[in-house]
């Protein structure tokens, strides 16, 4: 993102003095036409720039134990790395995704962080948040009901990021050990999480002076809340790091991190 900008700002300075060349010279159809062809060139090759530096990086955030880092490895690996310790330090690769290695012709690499889900390490997420084409929040949907508090918490701050907020970083929320028998539905996490972050949403409205921690509000004044009054994308989908079942994950990544 630091690069776009720094793009944008060149790209204004050269037709800014572009422009303060055109009132200098001699105003002759055929210096005219220099300028024309000069500021021409300089807008389709800043245009081109632009779209090079799109970003290509997708967060797994969530709480701890919701197989963030399993899902990581199906989508670099195809396999869940069941051995793996959650780590205090973000897991990260830029990778074409598992399944398209062996489709021809190029395919862009994604950059996959999966973020630590300890309290502790929130401030970890915020450093990324700026650089993300899209989230991928993870909810455990077999233990869910004692997390829902925790996660639609940790949901709503993500909601409620300034970067999030003004890029409109459209969120997935993958609800992950869905093969299991007892797991809950993908519509009753929804619901569960929409009704905890209208609670969050009405008591942090009355402290809003004090509240520190989140840059915008969520919701529309007189509506209880639903993911869609957010300014950005939220969808909702299943998925199982153990088993593979990830079509719907990368389908959400290819959306917006194109091959």
Request: hydrophobic share 40%.
């Amino acid at each position: 993102m630091e690069k776009l900008e720094d793009l944008k700002i060149l790209a204004e300075q050269w037709l800014h003095q572009g422009i303060e060349f055109v009132q200098q010279v001699p105003q002759t159809p055929l210096y005219a036409s220099i300028v024309v062809l000069l500021l021409t060139t300089i807008w389709f090759l800043s245009i081109r720039l632009f779209r090079r530096a799109k970003p290509n990086t997708v967060l797994l955030c969530g709480l701890s134990g919701s197989g963030k880092t399993v899902l990581f490895y199906q989508l670099r690996d195809g396999s869940s790395h069941q051995g793996a310790v959650t780590s205090m330090e973000p897991n990260e690769d830029t990778f074409v995704l598992h399944t398209e290695n062996t489709k021809r012709g190029k395919t862009k690499p994604v950059h996959l962080v999966d973020v630590p889900g300890h309290s502790r390490l929130k401030s970890k997420l915020e450093e990324y948040l700026p650089r993300a084409a899209a989230i991928v929040f993870v909810v455990d949907a077999l233990e869910f009901l004692p997390n829902c508090r925790a996660a639609s918490e940790y949901l709503y701050d993500v909601l409620t990021n300034a970067s999030v907020v003004k890029n409109k970083v459209p969120v997935l929320l993958c609800c992950n050990k869905t093969d299991k028998v007892t797991a809950h539905t993908k519509e009753f996490i929804r619901k569960q999480m929409e009704k905890e972050i209208e609670k969050l949403r009405v008591s942090r409205s009355v402290i809003s002076a004090a509240d520190i921690t989140n840059d915008f509000t969520l919701g529309i004044e007189g509506e209880l809340f639903s993911f869609s009054h957010c300014l950005n994308k939220v969808t909702v989908a299943e998925a199982s790091g153990l088993t593979g079942e990830t079509d719907q994950v990368q389908d959400f990544i290819r959306e917006y991190v194109k091959p």
